[in-house]
C-alpha cells in the first residue's frame, strides 16, 4: 500500500523536500520515477539526479514560459507532454513517483484532469506518490496521508536578490 503526500505552500523548498524523499527512497533500494511539470530548463539537482541508477528523471524536452506567458501553442504542446509524462510515469515500474510542481499544472489544466486523478487515486494503492508545487486542488488535499505547508518567511528576493545556481536551481 502507497501514500499520497503533499509538500505545499508558498515557501522555498517543495522540490527540494521532495528531492530529499527520493534519496531516503533510493538509498532504500526503491525504484523512484521524478517528474517535472512545468519545467523544462537546466536545474542543478538534475545533475545528481542522473548519477542514482534508482531514479528516473522524466520531463518536457524544452522550457516553456510561465502561464501568463504562454501562448495558446504553448499551451497545448505542453499539456501533451504533462500527458506523456504522467503515462510513463505510471506505466513503469516504480515504487514512488513524485509529481514536482503538479498542483501547478492540474490548476492551469496543462493535463487531462479526471485522467490524472485516476492515475494518482488508483496508483497509490502500490506506490508512493509525492505532489508538489503551490495551491493543491481540494481533491488531493483530502484525500492525502501526508501534508507539509511550507510558508515563506523571508525570501532573498524581496530584496532584489536574483535566483542563484545551487540554491534556487
Not at 126 to 150: M, Q
Not at 159 to 164: E, K, P, T, W, Y
Request: charge should be neutral; aromatic fraction near 10%; glycine fraction near 10%.
Amino acid at each position: 500500500m502507497g501514500c499520497l503526500h503533499i509538500y505545499c505552500g508558498d515557501g522555498k523548498g517543495k522540490t527540494t523536500a521532495s528531492l530529499g524523499l527520493a534519496l531516503r527512497a533510493s538509498g532504500a533500494g526503491m525504484r523512484v520515477c521524478f517528474v517535472q511539470f512545468m519545467k523544462g530548463g537546466e536545474t542543478s539537482e538534475l545533475n545528481t539526479l542522473r548519477l542514482i541508477p534508482e531514479i528516473t528523471v522524466l520531463r518536457c524536452d524544452r522550457q516553456y514560459p510561465f502561464f501568463k506567458n504562454m501562448t495558446e501553442s504553448d499551451k497545448t504542446e505542453i499539456a501533451e507532454c504533462h500527458e506523456k509524462l504522467l503515462e510513463e510515469a505510471f506505466n513503469g515500474n516504480y515504487d514512488m513517483i513524485i509529481l514536482d510542481e503538479f498542483n501547478s499544472a492540474y490548476r492551469y489544466g496543462l493535463m487531462k484532469c479526471e485522467k490524472a486523478q485516476k492515475l494518482i487515486f488508483d496508483g497509490k494503492k502500490n506506490v508512493e506518490i509525492i505532489l508538489t508545487g503551490r495551491g493543491p486542488h481540494d481533491i488531493f488535499v483530502n484525500n492525502a496521508d501526508y501534508i507539509s505547508e511550507i510558508k515563506c518567511v523571508r525570501h532573498p528576493y524581496e530584496n532584489g536578490i536574483a535566483a542563484r545556481k545551487g540554491i534556487e536551481y
